[in-house]
């Protein structure tokens, strides 16, 4: 298959390489033929350019011409154009491996890394080398782009996709694991056969459709050219069933409405089943009736034996109607782990992508023939005929293969698929591996700190062993023990404890921060003022030989400082996004949402099987007490909403009552004062006392909820009325 054209740089680089490894070819030959004893005909350096300028286009194809000089230079210990210019590189061979590894790395967990997000990443890798020699600005802003289209053998730049958080975590070793073990023991159990083998899915539709493609307009405008559609935004769930035989069961569709319409199945190609619910969606009742339909038309091909069927967690597969039908119809059901369908289900995996197609194709074709939208009255014939098209028998069987079910196959879900789930694993994965000691350092101090105590020594003496060796060994083990435990308790209070820690990292820990420093750069002198030294002795010789060796192992480790360096930035980079990342998780923790599910832990289920069907009637018994709580609370709020109603309108009254109260009082005050400065005035004595204010009429408490609440599913305030009826009896009594 053709790929894309590579630019220009990239030809030019591809040819260099080439040159470069033609050269150092020609290099060898070269110093083969100055190794040979005198009197031998040698080849001299055009000679053997020539001949491997024919070599060359007789292994290729192309032709490269070669420099004698340019070879004489290679033979007496030059470099080619490619090593000279490494050295004015930004980073190393070794950093730019690392650099490589890390990107491959995190775009397989699902956290791809921008040319922006390359770019910091080598300014922290450079700043931490260089030091303040290296530019405040970094590296160039096309640097990542240049980088890129350097190593296009190992990275190329892709378009992103959307990954849901919970599907990246949801694959992990352990659901896998519970995954085909569930599967590959219901199979072998049941003895379940190829065309007993049924998946099941919902795929949502829209009438109009959502998908773009090219079309040809006019070139003197910009920007998207526009095509009218049909605002129908409306959801119409379909459910399809396939078979392990390559077959399939007709769709069941589902439309948003409160009655069913004739005209909704005018035209039906696919045969299918057509239902109506209250949102468009499938829901308990849907799901039972669709369990029976399923049963009819796969039944006669079952012949008495048990047939299994794959489903995902939607609440419409566990209902105890759906469960109670399938038991007693020798129906196996199994979930899938939460949200992995994209990895486990071929009607996702597969099909749905086919099917997408052939409607959208279908939808085209109508709206061109007949000029009007799609809507439901015509949408199950559109859709049947798309149906038709996308569930063929190769199709079907791809998707059973691809998803590993039959044949069986758990090896189809790779590492690389489980990658995304490293983010939230219990156990570290750093991007980028430490070395070999580091690790096994690591798991020793972890193993350390598990064990209480080292086993204890037998009583008994192995054959052949004194008991003064047997003494030595304890004694020398106890010191090793107390030398370990000095160890991980002195860790155990530095940056490094959590090393020692058998308990999860939190995001308040504090983690070890890389101490970097510059690393000078080799001297260029050093290799020409080797090469300039005239070597006279035995004892100089050897000298040189001994330098040029102690040089290379200089050489040797400064490139591996380098390269740990450059690890631990990238490693700190990724621990600090992951902090973060832990501390969002953490705060979610600490505002649980509400109880009730039952597969709230994301492993598969055997749904027909006991321990779960005990489950969920357990589970259907707590849904209806809540139901019945909800609905004795919602009696005890209308209660008191009469009761607050009928307490406002007292309140009210009251209120009224005490006011007038208060202006009789205020008048008759304002009458006894006139009648006061009369008498005062009159110089009388005045003897009528100042009028006293009536006590007001006292409001009563508000109704409470508490005073309405239901104990055991009895009313208090009945309770109340029994009391006070016992009590007019013992009155009358």
């Not at 160039?140 to 849901?164: A, C, H, M, Q």
Request: aromatic share 8%; net charge neutral; with cysteine.
């Amino acid at each position: 298959m053709a790929g894309r054209a590579k630019s220009d740089t990239k030809k030019r680089q591809i040819l260099r390489d080439a040159h470069d490894q033609l050269m150092k070819r020609a290099a060898e030959a070269y110093c083969n033929e100055l190794a040979k004893p005198p009197g031998v005909r040698r080849r001299g350096l055009r000679t053997i350019c020539a001949d491997f300028e024919r070599i060359y286009f007789a292994e290729t194809g192309s032709q490269i011409r070669l420099s004698h000089m340019t070879l004489k230079r290679l033979a007496e210990g030059g470099r080619t154009h490619t090593e000279a210019k490494a050295e004015s590189s930004w980073i190393t061979e070794d950093e730019a491996n690392i650099l490589i590894d890390f990107i491959i790395e995190m775009g397989h967990r699902g956290f791809p890394l921008s040319h922006r997000r390359i770019k910091e990443h080598v300014d922290e890798i450079c700043r931490a080398r260089l030091g303040p020699k290296f530019p405040a600005s970094g590296v160039g802003r096309n640097w990542s782009y240049r980088f890129v289209e350097k190593y296009s053998d190992r990275i190329k730049t892709k378009r992103s996709r959307p990954l849901e958080e919970k599907r990246g975590r949801a694959v992990n070793p352990n659901t896998n694991e519970a995954w085909w073990e569930l599967l590959e023991d219901t199979l072998t159990k049941y003895k379940i056969q190829r065309h007993n083998t049924y998946g099941v899915d919902e795929v949502g539709c829209q009438p109009y459709g959502e998908e773009t493609e090219w079309v040809v307009g006019d070139a003197s405008t910009s920007g998207p050219q526009y095509e009218v559609k049909s605002g129908n935004r409306e959801t119409i769930t379909v459910l399809a069933t396939i078979c392990a035989d390559g077959t399939s069961t007709p769709p069941a569709i589902i439309f948003k409405g409160k009655a069913y319409q004739v005209k909704w199945a005018q035209d039906n190609p696919a045969n299918a089943s057509i239902g109506y619910s209250k949102k468009g969606w499938t829901d308990g009742e849907i799901g039972v009736e669709w369990m029976k339909i399923f049963d009819e038309q796969t039944a006669t091909k079952a012949n008495g034996e048990w047939r299994l069927l794959l489903v995902d967690g939607h609440n419409s597969h566990y209902t105890l109607a759906f469960l109670n039908y399938a038991r007693t119809h020798m129906i196996i059901v199994i979930c899938y782990p939460s949200h992995t369908t994209h990895i486990y289900q071929g009607l996702d995996v597969v099909i749905f992508a086919t099917l997408k197609h052939h409607l959208n194709l279908e939808r085209r074709i109508w709206q061109e023939k007949n000029g009007t939208p799609i809507d439901k009255t015509n949408f199950v014939g559109v859709y049947g005929r798309a149906h038709l098209r996308a569930f063929t028998a190769e199709t079907i069987m791809a998707a059973f293969r691809k998803t590993g079910v039959w044949p069986f196959n758990p090896n189809v879900v790779t590492e690389e698929m489980m990658a995304p789930s490293k983010e939230t694993s219990v156990e570290g994965h750093l991007p980028l591996v430490p070395p070999t000691p580091v690790r096994t350092i690591a798991r020793l101090l972890e193993k350390i700190s598990i064990e209480d105590d080292l086993p204890e020594d037998s009583d008994e003496e192995s054959p052949g062993s004194s008991p003064t060796a047997t003494a030595s060994s304890s004694a020398f083990n106890t010191r090793m023990r107390v030398t370990f435990d000095e160890a991980v308790k002195k860790l155990s209070t530095t940056q490094l404890a959590y090393l020692t820690s058998i308990n999860p990292a939190t995001s308040e820990d504090a983690m070890p921060t890389t101490q970097t420093q510059p690393i000078p750069p080799p001297r260029a002198t050093s290799r020409e003022l080797f090469s300039s030294i005239k070597l006279k002795t035995p004892n100089e010789i050897l000298l040189m030989a001994a330098l040029r060796e102690a040089e290379a192992a200089n050489d040797a480790l400064r490139q591996r400082v380098l390269a740990l360096q450059a690890t631990n930035v990238l490693n700190e980079s990724y621990c600090t996004k992951l902090r973060f990342q832990l501390a969002h998780r953490e705060e979610k923790k600490k505002n649980p949402k509400g109880k009730g599910k039952l597969v709230g832990d994301g492993l598969p289920r055997l749904l027909t099987g006991d321990d779960f069907y005990e489950w969920v009637v357990e589970f259907t018994n707590w849904q209806r007490e809540e139901e019945r709580k909800k609905k004795e609370k919602k009696q005890e709020r209308a209660r008191l909403k009469v009761a607050v109603d009928e307490w406002k309108k007292g309140e009210d009254a009251c209120k009224v009552a005490n006011a007038a109260k208060t202006e009789r009082y205020h008048e008759a005050v304002k009458v006894w004062e006139r009648e006061k400065a009369k008498a005062k005035a009159a110089k009388q004595t005045f003897r009528i006392k100042k009028p006293t204010r009536q006590p007001l009429q006292k409001a009563k408490a508000k109704p409470k909820l508490a005073d309405f609440e239901q104990v055991d599913g009895i009313d208090d305030s009945s309770e109340e009325d029994d009391e006070e009826d016992d009590d007019d009896d013992d009155d009358d009594d």
